[in-house]
């Protein structure tokens, strides 16, 4: 009799990208897609398809863009923040210590990082993030 041994994985960190710039939602989907422990289930380029693809997709973890056309990544992560209290929202962003990151941080962002960050720092601050 042969028992086979359960397939034991690591847990996935599964992300949503949210930015207005296509080129930047290829590359962190790259990026994150690559890693192990993560998968991005989502990459969509307005907070209003930030919001729809949160209630589809059920994301663990979020990297939104402040600013963007239409309905911003404020608006968005209040949102996000209000119809699913568990989701963890990281603001991305071209500046750092922007007033607009406190305002971010008060309607629900946990974090921010800014758009030059090294790839490493990216995923330190998701796996961090997730974690808690």
Same mark, same amino acid.
């Given at each position: 009799m042969t028992v086979e041994s359960p397939v034991v994985t690591e847990p996935h960190i *599964?992300?949503?990208?949210? @930015? @207005? !710039?296509? %080129?930047? *939602? #290829? +590359? =962190?989907?790259s990026l994150l897609n690559n890693e192990p422990d993560? /998968?991005?289930? %989502? &990459?969509?380029g307005s907070g209003e398809e930030a919001v729809a693809a949160a209630r589809t997709t059920t994301p663990d973890v979020v990297l939104m863009d402040v600013s963007m056309p239409g309905m911003g990544g404020i608006e968005a992560t209040r949102q996000l &923040?209000? %119809?699913h209290p568990g989701l963890r929202v990281v603001m991305l962003t071209s500046f750092g210590g922007h #007033? *607009? =990151? !406190?305002? &971010? =941080? /008060?309607? +629900? %962002?946990? +974090?921010? =990082?800014? #758009? @030059? &960050?090294?790839?490493?720092e990216i995923l330190r601050t998701l796996r961090y993030v997730a974690r808690f």
């Open positions: *599964r992300l949503l990208i949210v @930015d @207005d !710039h296509p %080129a930047v *939602r #290829k +590359g =962190l989907t993560m /998968e991005v289930i %989502a &990459a969509v &923040a209000s %119809a #007033k *607009r =990151l !406190h305002t &971010a =941080l /008060e309607n +629900g %962002a946990v +974090g921010y =990082l800014v #758009k @030059d &960050a090294t790839p490493q």
